[in-house]
Each structure stands twice: as structure tokens, then as C-alpha cells.
């Protein structure tokens, strides 16, 4: 799920949101480094300031989900969406996958706008990302069928360390990355949970899967851990500004 050998072509095709916001990063990202654009004028008209959305520019709680303030930071965080993704892409369908991937970034900024001071200023795709990981989180939960165990282990891990150096870096939006996460478990247990069907049929899910692992412990291949590794300096990097 998590490891990507489709050739480029194939890759755009599977993949068309991941692609074109792929391609958003970058292109915005080109304007702002580009001499023969207003560089600055750009990053002060789609950066998220608080004091500017509180006075009615509302574009900059759907903007800075695309923007970035480096280099380093525009590949982290597009290596981390086309890691983890494709995955929800083909599982929720193109319309549902947009919509939550930027109400994750969307409920991110909005908590950053009641929580940080007017005089905050923040841009990247980390609130999204980190949406992403609720949601998983949620379909581990909720939807074991949906993803290996190998799998549910991988983005567990991944969402715990991501938490933790959340709280270990510097310059990084916390408000962002927390409430990110939670909005994105809350939508996929909304998105993948079936109101009181869910209630009812997650012990049946939960029975079967243990009874199915039952015996059975944990194995760590070489491709496991050198993936794990990569993942890890994903999360490092678009945790750095």
C-alpha cells in the first residue's frame, strides 16, 4: 500500500488528485523562487495570517495548504503525500479523497486561526498530511479489513513519531499538526464508520481479525525496515521548515 512501483505515467493515471496536487506544490512553488514573479507579493497573498482571515480573507484558511517556505519543505511534504496518498485515493475515489484531504488542512487552519495569536503566520501541507494519518488511523480501528497488519504497523508508528516530533522541533505549526490528526480520525470514522452499523459490527470485525492472528507474532522483513527508515526521514522532513 505504502510502496510505490508504478512508472510515472502509470503513476498520474492511478493517482490523479495526489498528481495535481503534486503538481500545485511545485508550480507554486517555481512562481515564488522564479525572479520574473512577485515572489513576495505571492507568499504574503496565500500564506495563512491570522490577523488577515480574521478581517475577511478567507482564502488564506484553503491557501497554504499548497504553499511552502523552502525547497527542503515543498519535497518533504509532497514525498510524504505521495507515500501515503495513493492509498486512500484508491480506496475513498477522487471526489471523497480531495474533500477530506483539504477539510483535514482547511479544520487544521481554522484551529490554528482560534488558538494561535492574530500575529501567526504559517504555510505548508503538514495539517493535511496529518489528516491523512487520522484517517488511517480510523480505518485501522474501524475497517481491519481494509489494510494488512504490516500496514496498520507502518502507519501507526508513523503517526506516533510524527506526534512526538511535533513537540521536539522548532517552527513547527503544533496546532496545526494535532488538530489536523484529529479531524482526520473524526471524518474517517464518519467516512468509513456506518453510524449505528458501525457501532454494532466493529466487535464482530475486531473477533475475526484476532481469531484470523491469533498465534502468530510479528515479523520484520528487510524491505519492512528499509521502508520504515525512508518513512522516517519523510516525517522529519516536512516536519522541518
Do not use: C
Not at 515572489?39 to 482571515?53: C, D, F, Q, R
Not at 500496514?151 to 503544533?174: D, E, H, W
Not at 456506518?194 to 484470523?212: C, L, P, W
Request: charged share 10%; proline share 4%.
Amino acid at each position: 500500500m505504502f510502496t510505490r512501483t508504478e512508472s510515472l505515467k502509470e503513476f498520474m493515471r492511478y493517482y490523479p488528485i495526489v498528481t495535481a496536487i503534486l503538481f500545485i506544490h511545485i508550480i507554486l512553488y517555481a512562481l515564488m523562487v522564479v525572479p520574473i514573479f512577485p515572489n513576495l507579493w505571492l507568499m504574503e497573498t496565500l500564506a495563512g495570517v491570522n490577523l488577515y482571515i480574521v478581517q475577511g480573507e478567507v482564502w488564506r484558511l484553503v491557501t497554504p495548504i499548497f504553499v511552502h517556505s523552502g525547497f527542503p519543505h515543498m519535497l518533504f511534504n509532497s514525498f510524504s503525500l505521495v507515500l501515503f496518498g495513493p492509498g486512500l485515493e484508491r480506496m475513498l475515489g477522487k471526489k471523497r479523497f480531495i474533500i477530506l484531504y483539504l477539510a483535514t488542512g482547511i479544520l487544521a487552519n481554522i484551529a490554528t486561526l482560534f488558538i494561535q495569536p492574530l500575529t501567526y503566520t504559517h504555510v505548508g501541507s503538514s495539517g493535511s498530511i496529518f489528516g491523512l494519518f487520522g484517517i488511517y488511523i480510523a480505518i485501522v480501528m474501524f475497517r481491519k479489513d481494509l489494510m494488512s497488519r504490516e500496514n496498520s504497523r507502518v502507519i501507526l508508528t508513523i503517526a506516533v513519531i510524527g506526534l512526538i516530533m511535533t513537540f521536539v522541533q522548532s517552527n513547527i505549526n503544533i496546532t496545526a499538526h494535532v488538530f489536523g490528526l484529529i479531524a482526520g480520525f473524526l471524518l474517517g470514522v464518519l467516512t468509513f464508520g456506518k453510524g449505528q452499523e458501525m457501532i454494532t459490527t466493529f466487535q464482530s470485525i475486531s473477533t475475526r481479525n484476532r481469531r484470523y492472528n491469533r498465534g502468530s507474532s510479528p515479523s520484520f522483513s528487510p524491505r519492512f525496515l528499509l521502508f520504515g527508515g525512508i518513512v522516517l526521514l519523510a516525517i522529519l522532513g516536512f516536519l522541518s521548515r
